[in-house]
């Protein structure tokens, strides 16, 4: 069984940091793109980041280059989004993601639970 167990939200000030963890089991990890999306109350699912689990290469939407990292330990099953310089707007449901490629992950792929990230100005 595919499961992707997301963790490290919480409620933080404005300007805080926050690491996520998405931590993968049930396929294989390797060769695979595992991203974070999010979603805000009233607002559609968008992308944030995404990683390449087989040559690290990496993906950001706009709007969070330069705030947020994405990385991955293989090791571990798991990828990480580091993100600093929170701002309220940041809040949202952030979901982890597996697909085959940075490119087609969007439309094809696995969902996991999310986990609930609040900034509090």
């Known amino acids: 069984e595919v499961q992707l167990q997301a963790s490290g939200g919480g409620l933080v000030q404005a300007g805080g940091s926050l690491r996520l963890s998405c931590a993968a089991s049930?396929?294989?990890?390797?060769?695979?793109?595992i991203g974070w999306f999010r979603q805000a109350a009233g607002k559609e699912r968008e992308r944030v980041s995404a990683?390449?689990?087989?040559?690290?290469?990496?993906y950001y939407a706009d709007s969070f280059r330069g705030r947020f990292t994405i990385s991955r330990d293989n090791a571990k099953n798991t990828v990480y989004l580091q993100m600093n310089s929170l701002k309220p707007e940041d809040t949202a449901v952030y979901f982890c993601?597996?697909?085959?490629?940075?490119?087609?992950?969007?439309?094809?792929?696995?969902w996991g639970q999310g986990t609930l990230v609040t900034v509090s100005s």
């Open positions: 993601r597996a697909g085959t490629t940075v490119a087609t992950m969007t439309s094809q792929g696995y």
């Open positions: 990683i390449s689990t087989s040559d690290g290469s990496t």
């Open positions: 049930g396929f294989s990890f390797d060769g695979r793109a």
